[in-house]
């Protein structure tokens, strides 16, 4: 597998290679080094080796010198790829895509690529840079052995206007069945603060722009004293979130928790009465969004007020477990949170709805498309 970012908080990532791992897959991971970690580690048996990427500190950060980085990216990582011989090179996203698909045909092998997201209309990337990979994209993807991704409209895109030779394989970033019950971990984290007895509604993942936050924490100008909001994760919006909380006179109701890795985030979600999935409506990407949040939210059991986009419209059309929300307006997300706690007989059959629901969406069955599809491509059920 090759990934251009640290696997630390990608759980796809890490899921992908467990679940081939314990079927007998030999499997190792070529990521991205900072050079403050381990060139080579073994976690549980899948191989990590890191690409150090000299360039990165010691040239400007803009465009032009971005394609320099990724050159040296490009060459280190093709070279280490056909060393390494490999029956299918697996490439998460764009960046990594380019070896990978170097490396497998100078070995004669298959390559997958695992589209995260619809990454050439994502927030932020510049359009000189999209224009770029919508054409790389768009002259790879009809050549790779297989595209995998993470819903049914994303697969249609990239097949309809990227020229998949075939729709993409859908594999959902949902998690392992499970019946975490009640746990106590935010509650005794705002104890720890001086905050007890209230009912906590939680985003968990990366604080950064595009992602609707400020609307968030505006909407709890709109609720009773008796909600707090929990914004468990890092990143470039942290600092003018908690600027806004302050304004707003918001701190004893909003507060900020470090992320968790992967491992023992479920313990946190669970410990929260109410998910919160919110992206703007600024790029396809997040209009057709399904994050990883939402099925940790479901595996948790916790009610899920949500964005009224279509992928996720199209959940709570199956099943009761939350309520929509317009993501431009506070009070509409006041109003949803409002919605799923203010009634103690509906939230319960929310909650019980989450586990309905677990039935379809659990990694078990996005495990077993996985394995079907590099079945297919080794002719055989393990390496």
Not at 86 to 98: C, G, N, Q, S, T
Not at 316 to 343: H, M, N, T, W
């Amino acid at each position: 597998m090759l990934v251009l970012h640290d696997i630390t908080y990608d759980s796809r990532v890490i899921r992908e290679a467990r679940t081939l791992s314990q079927a007998g897959y030999k499997v190792k991971i070529l990521e991205f080094s900072d050079g403050q970690i381990p060139q080579r580690e073994n976690l549980n048996g899948i191989e990590v080796s890191r690409i150090r990427i000299r360039t990165r500190d010691l040239l400007p950060k803009n465009t032009f010198f971005r394609g320099v980085k990724y050159l040296e990216y490009l060459w280190t990582a093709c070279r280490q790829a056909v060393r390494e011989r490999a029956d299918v090179y697996h490439a998460h996203d764009p960046y990594p895509l380019v070896p990978a698909f170097l490396g497998a045909r100078l070995q004669g092998a298959k390559v997958v690529y695992d589209a995260h997201e619809l990454w050439t209309e994502q927030e932020g990337i510049s359009r000189s840079v999209a224009k770029v990979w919508r054409k790389i994209l768009r002259f790879l993807l009809p050549r790779v052995d297989v595209v995998l991704t993470v819903n049914e409209a994303i697969a249609e895109v990239l097949h309809v206007e990227y020229g998949a030779k075939e729709k993409p394989i859908v594999v959902m970033n949902c998690q392992p069945r499970a019946n975490p019950g009640r746990t106590l971990e935010l509650a005794e984290f705002l104890k720890n603060k001086g905050i007890q007895g209230k009912r906590i509604a939680l985003y968990q993942g990366a604080l950064k722009p595009g992602r609707g936050l400020s609307q968030l924490v505006r909407a709890f100008e709109f609720l009773e004293d008796d909600i707090v909001l929990v914004l468990m994760g890092d990143g470039t919006l942290k600092q003018e979130l908690s600027v806004l909380v302050r304004q707003l006179g918001l701190e004893t109701r909003v507060w900020f928790h470090p992320p968790v890795l992967p491992d023992v985030l479920l313990a946190y979600t669970a410990s929260a009465d109410l998910g919160a999935v919110i992206y703007e409506n600024t790029c396809r990407n997040n209009y057709l969004c399904s994050p990883n949040k939402l099925f940790e939210y479901l595996a948790a059991g916790i009610p899920i007020v949500m964005c009224d986009f279509p992928v996720l419209r199209s959940l709570l059309q199956k099943y009761e477990v939350g309520r929509a929300f317009d993501p431009s307006s506070p009070k509409s997300i006041a109003s949803a949170i409002r919605f799923c706690l203010a009634d103690p007989a509906r939230y319960e059959r929310m909650r019980v709805n989450t586990q309905q629901a677990m039935l379809e969406y659990n990694w078990e069955n996005e495990a077993a498309k996985l394995l079907d599809v590099y079945r297919n491509l080794t002719g055989r059920g393990s390496n």
